[in-house]
C-alpha cells in the first residue's frame, strides 16, 4: 500500500497542495489530471519522496516515506520525470542501465536494457549518443530506464509524469499498454496525464486536481462529465459515452464568454 | 527487429571504447615516465633507465661510473620529480572528473574555479601564520599541516561556489564561471598579500604558488600529500555509479537510490582533498582538470569508473610530459610547468567554448 495522507505544500505563501490525499494500490492505475498549475506534479514529487510535504504523510509499506533510504525506495517504486536532459555524451544504452542495481552481471544488465528499449520501441538507437535524440526519443528513452529499474529490482510502483507529453499517438498508445500491462502483473501506477481521453482510456480511477485541492476522483466513466471538465478548466465541452468509457471532442471545446 | 544483435553491439561498444582509452592512456603515462627519467641535462639511453631499475629492484646499484652516475640521477633526482608529477597530474585529473560530476558541468576545473587558488591562499597562510605553531614536531608530522590546510582552503571555496552557483540542482555555466573568478581572484589577492608581507625565507617565489612548479619534489613531501592522492582516487571511484545517475538530475538520481546529500559530500572533499595535496606540493597548475576528462568523455565515454580511471593515467602523463618541457626548454633555467599546461590547455578551452558556444548562450 501507497498512500498520501492530506498532504499540504506551500512555497513562499503559495499553496500548492491542500491537504490531498492518494491512495495507489497494486494492479491499478490511477491518472491525475488537471489544469497547469494544479499541483499535479508536486503531488508526485511527494509521492516519490523528493520533497518532503509540510503537512500530513506519505506512507510505502506501513512505513513512512520521510524513514525509508533512498535505495530502498529505489527498489519500491520508480519515477519517469518530466525533465530528459542528461549532462555528458552518455549512450542510448548507458542512461537506460542507470537504475539498475550494481549487483547485476554485465550479461544480465545487457538482457534487460534490451528488453527495455525494445518495449518502448528503441532497439535499433541502443548505440546513439542520448543529446542527438529528438525530444520524443529522449523520452521514450527515459522510460526504457524506468523500465529497466522496475524489471531489475521488482519494483512494485510506477510513478509516470506526463509520459506521452511528446510522444506521437501510436507512442502514446505503447506507453498507455505499458502501463496496463504494469498493473496486470501485479503493479501499480501512478501517472499525471494532460489528455482526458487517455486517461479515461487507461485508468482504473481519474483523480481531479485544481488549485491544490482534490476536487472529483473515481471511475472515468462517473468522473469524466462535462461539469468537471467546467470546474476544471473553466471550458464548456461536451462528454460522450462511446466506444467504452467516456471521451471528449475537443472540437466541442468553447472558452467561456 | 534487430534489437537482438544491435544491442550487445551497443554494449559492448560502450566497455570496448573504454578498455583501449584506458589501455592507451597507460601506455602514454609509461612513455612519459621513462622520457621524463631520461631526459634532462644528461641523456641517458631509455633502456639504460630501464636496466637502471632493474637493479634498484634487484636491491643493488650498477658499480661502474657512469651507469652509477646515472642510477643517482634518475633515482634520487629525477624519479621524486617524476612521481610527484604523475601524482599530481592523476589527482588534478580526477579531481576534474569528480568536480564536472558534481556540478554536472564539464567546465568546472578546479583551478578555473578557484578551488585550486584557494588552497594556495590556504597553504600560504599556513607557512606564515601557523608553521611556526607546530615547527617542533617532527618534520614528517608537522609536514602534514600543510597539505591539510590546502585540503580546508579548497574545501571551503569548493562549497562556497556550490551554494553561490548551484540552485535547486543546477548549475549554469555562467554562474560557476562568475562565481570561480570571483572566488579565485580574492584568493590569488590574498595570497600575494600575504606573501610581500612575509619576509622571503618564509616562502618560496610567488609563481610557484600561482604557476605551479615540480622542481621541489622529495620523497617526504610525496608521503605526506600520497594518502589525500590515494583518498581522492579509491574514494572517486567508489562514488562512480552515483555520478553516473547524477548526469540525470538530482532528483533523478535519488529515484534510483543514489543517496544524493552523501554523493555530493563525499565528492566535494575528496577534490578538496586531492587538489589541496597537489597544490600544496606542487602550486596551482591550471586546465589539467579541464583538458585530461574532456578528451577521454570524448574516448572513453562519460561513465565515471572508466573515466575516471582514464584520467588517473592520462592527467599523470601530461603533467609529467608538461613538466619535462618545463625544465628542458629554457634550461638551465626551468618554466613554470603551469605556463605549459596553460599553453596547452587554454586554446584548448576556447575551442570548446566556441564549439559549445550556442548552449552557452553566445
Not at chain 1, 489544469?35 to 503531488?43: E, V
Not at chain 1, 542527438?132 to 522496475?150: D, M, P
Not at chain 1, 509516470?160 to 501499480?188: F, K, N, Y
Not at chain 2, 661510473?65 to 608529477?85: E, H, K, N, Q, Y
Amino acid at each position: 500500500m501507497y498512500a498520501a495522507r492530506a498532504v499540504s505544500v506551500s512555497v513562499r505563501g503559495k499553496t500548492l497542495l491542500d491537504g490531498v490525499d492518494l491512495r495507489l494500490d497494486p494492479g491499478r492505475v490511477v491518472a491525475v489530471v488537471g489544469p497547469n498549475g494544479a499541483g499535479k506534479s508536486t503531488l508526485l514529487k511527494v509521492m516519490a519522496g523528493e520533497r518532503r510535504p509540510d503537512e500530513g504523510r506519505v506512507e510505502l509499506d506501513g512505513r513512512p516515506l520521510a524513514e525509508c533510504p533512498a535505495a530502498y525506495l529505489a527498489t519500491r517504486r520508480a519515477v519517469l520525470p518530466q525533465s530528459i536532459d542528461v549532462v555528458f555524451p552518455f549512450l542510448v544504452s548507458e542512461v537506460v542501465s542507470l537504475g539498475m542495481p550494481p549487483s547485476l552481471t554485465a550479461r544480465e544488465c545487457n538482457l534487460l536494457v534490451e528488453r527495455a528499449l525494445d518495449a518502448v520501441e528503441l532497439a535499433h538507437l541502443g548505440a546513439r549518443i542520448y543529446g542527438t535524440l529528438s525530444g520524443g526519443e529522449k523520452q521514450r528513452t527515459q522510460l526504457a530506464r524506468v523500465l529497466a529499474q522496475v524489471w531489475s529490482r521488482e519494483c512494485t510502483y510506477l510513478l509516470l509524469d506526463e509520459p506521452t507529453s511528446s510522444l506521437d499517438l501510436a507512442h502514446q498508445l505503447v506507453i498507455l499498454r505499458l502501463a496496463r500491462a504494469h498493473a496486470a502483473s501485479g503493479g501499480g501506477v501512478l501517472m499525471i496525464l494532460h489528455d482526458l481521453n487517455l486517461a479515461s482510456m487507461a485508468a482504473d480511477e481519474i483523480v481531479a486536481l485544481k488549485g491544490g485541492s482534490r476536487i472529483a476522483s473515481g471511475r472515468p466513466s462517473v468522473v469524466v462529465t462535462d461539469d468537471l471538465i467546467a470546474a476544471l478548466y473553466g471550458v464548456r465541452a461536451e462528454v460522450r459515452g462511446v466506444p467504452e468509457g467516456p471521451f471528449l471532442l475537443p472540437q466541442t471545446a468553447q472558452l467561456p464568454d | 527487429m534487430s534489437s537482438a544483435a544491435s544491442l550487445p553491439v551497443a554494449r559492448s561498444r560502450s566497455m570496448r571504447r573504454g578498455t583501449t582509452s584506458i589501455a592507451v592512456s597507460g601506455v602514454l603515462l609509461l612513455i612519459a615516465i621513462v622520457a621524463s627519467l631520461a631526459i634532462g641535462p644528461v641523456l641517458i639511453a631509455p633502456l639504460d633507465v630501464v636496466g637502471i631499475f632493474g637493479h634498484a629492484l634487484a636491491g643493488t646499484r650498477p658499480l661502474d661510473g657512469v651507469a652509477m652516475r646515472d642510477a643517482v640521477v634518475i633515482l634520487d633526482i629525477r624519479l621524486p620529480r617524476t612521481v610527484l608529477t604523475v601524482l599530481v597530474g592523476a589527482a588534478l585529473a580526477a579531481g576534474g572528473a569528480v568536480l564536472q560530476g558534481v556540478f554536472r558541468n564539464p567546465l568546472a576545473d578546479p583551478a578555473l574555479v578557484g578551488v585550486s587558488t584557494s588552497a594556495a591562499f590556504a597553504a600560504v597562510l599556513w607557512i606564515v601564520f601557523g608553521y611556526a605553531a607546530v615547527a617542533w614536531l617532527p618534520s614528517l608530522v608537522a609536514g602534514f599541516a600543510l597539505p591539510l590546510a590546502a585540503f580546508l582552503g579548497s574545501l571551503i571555496s569548493t562549497i562556497l561556489l556550490y551554494r553561490i552557483a548551484t540552485h535547486e540542482g543546477r548549475t549554469s555555466v555562467a554562474m560557476l564561471l562568475f562565481t570561480g573568478i570571483a572566488i579565485g581572484a580574492l584568493a590569488a589577492a590574498g595570497t600575494g598579500l600575504v606573501i610581500f608581507v612575509a619576509s622571503d625565507q618564509q616562502l618560496r617565489e610567488f609563481t610557484f604558488w600561482t604557476l605551479g612548479s615540480a622542481g621541489g619534489a622529495n620523497w617526504q613531501k610525496i608521503a605526506i600529500a600520497l594518502p589525500f592522492f590515494l583518498a581522492l582516487f579509491a574514494g572517486s571511484l567508489r562514488l562512480s555509479r552515483g555520478l553516473d545517475a547524477l548526469a540525470l538530475g538530482e532528483a533523478e538520481a535519488f529515484h534510483v537510490g543514489i543517496d544524493t546529500q552523501f554523493l555530493k559530500r563525499a565528492s566535494i572533499v575528496l577534490v578538496a582533498a586531492g587538489v589541496g595535496a597537489a597544490v600544496s606540493v606542487s602550486g596551482v597548475i591550471g586546465f589539467i582538470g579541464l583538458v585530461i576528462p574532456h578528451l577521454l568523455r570524448l574516448s572513453a565515454g562519460p561513465m565515471h569508473r572508466p573515466l575516471i580511471l582514464g584520467c588517473i593515467l592520462l592527467g599523470g602523463a601530461l603533467l609529467t610530459a608538461s613538466d619535462i618541457v618545463a625544465r628542458t626548454i629554457a634550461a638551465p633555467a626551468e618554466v613554470p610547468v603551469g605556463v605549459v599546461t596553460a599553453i596547452l590547455g587554454a586554446p584548448y578551452f576556447l575551442y570548446l567554448v566556441h564549439r559549445n558556444r550556442t548552449a552557452l548562450g553566445g
